[in-house]
């Protein structure tokens, strides 16, 4: 990420944003010039999705690329002035999804992990008495559990909204037992036989999901088309039996229960926590469900800060972006900041200036990042 490079308008950058694919060739379209102290800083280049890697088959982007009247209407989070909004809140909820939010996407699940700076930030950002503060994932219990052991006070959500631990409980609700899981035996079936027949694939069975895995999955055995083929093996098969959806995530397809979404668990925090300020910010289709949820709340829209993170078209409901987990965390340590030296006018100006240069602590163990 160079941050010395700044483009004519954001308006412009967004736009081919929008417009085009992230190719090697939309790179160079940035130029360099000396910073513009009128202009907002600039944000790391927006082309560059972190999945995008040679061998990657992640290169199409989630949503359709530009809306027909050609507007823009996702912007970068740095124009937001947060903290004029998060400083005199008095009832803050704090959302993040996990994988491409928290964490950079990495080809191993399991290596996806945060550095201590990364945890100390959460913690502290979590035990703020005005904050309530999530992780919203599809990840399972046993994952959110052992990567967050040390964050008492902060809320957990695993399995898409399967299960819920409420901040500063030990104890899992359980969102699905009352209904049918029978379903989970033939789409399992199915995903073996797709992990037995591509090689590099695996299924991450969880307690009221299944997901087959392909990103490490050789461009040979053509992963998207399987992927394809699964999809429609499934909804031919299953969905039509059950109330089960399957779902296309970065590298993955899923199946969980109809009725088991991110956004019905946003609507219950909205409903019991009655907060002020929101900051949800997500990178998945998965995390649409949570936008959408904040998009229909009663919350004063100008305190909803729904955050795309990396890649995404148009069809997003989210009202802001941040092309990464890096700039995520940096957000997080900026409102941390905000928070200790009492800024509770929000002027913030000089945190702002801080958020796109200074350097945070390594945010997943590098061994195993794919860029
Ligand atoms: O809701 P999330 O927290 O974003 O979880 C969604 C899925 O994330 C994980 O898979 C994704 O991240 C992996 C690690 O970077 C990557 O290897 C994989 O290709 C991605 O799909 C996780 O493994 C799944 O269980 C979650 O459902």
Known sequence: MNLMYKEKSVKTRALA??????????????????????LPTPLAEPYFDPEDTPGSIHDIPLYSSMPSSGEVIVRPLEDANILRFYGPAAKRLLLFDYDGTLADIVSNPTQALLGAGVHEAISELSINPKNRVYIISGRDRKFLQGEFCHTTHLGLVAEHGAFIRVPTSTEWQNKCQKYDMTWKDPVEFKMR????SV??????EKTAALAWHFRNVDGIYAPRDQAAKLKTSLAETITSNWPVTVTDGKCV??????????GQIVRDLLRDFEPDFVLCAGDDLTDEDMFQA???SDVLKSNVFTVIVGSHGSDTHARW??????????????LNRADRSGDIEGKGEPLLNGLYSGSTPPLVHRTDLIR
Request: negative net charge; hydrophobic residues 30%; charged residues 30%.
């Open 321 to 334: 972006y941040l092309p990464n987990p890096e700039m995520v965390i940096r957000n997080i340590f900026m």
């Open 17 to 38: 944003w929008h417009a085009q694919p992230p190719t090697q060739d939309t790179k160079q379209v940035h130029i360099k010039e000396d910073p513009d102290p009128s």
């Open 193 to 196: 036989e797709f992990e037995r």
């Open 199 to 204: 090689p590099g694939s695996f299924v991450d």
């Open 294 to 296: 904040l998009d229909d």
């Open 253 to 262: 397809v899923e199946a969980r229960l109809e009725c088991i979404h991110k």
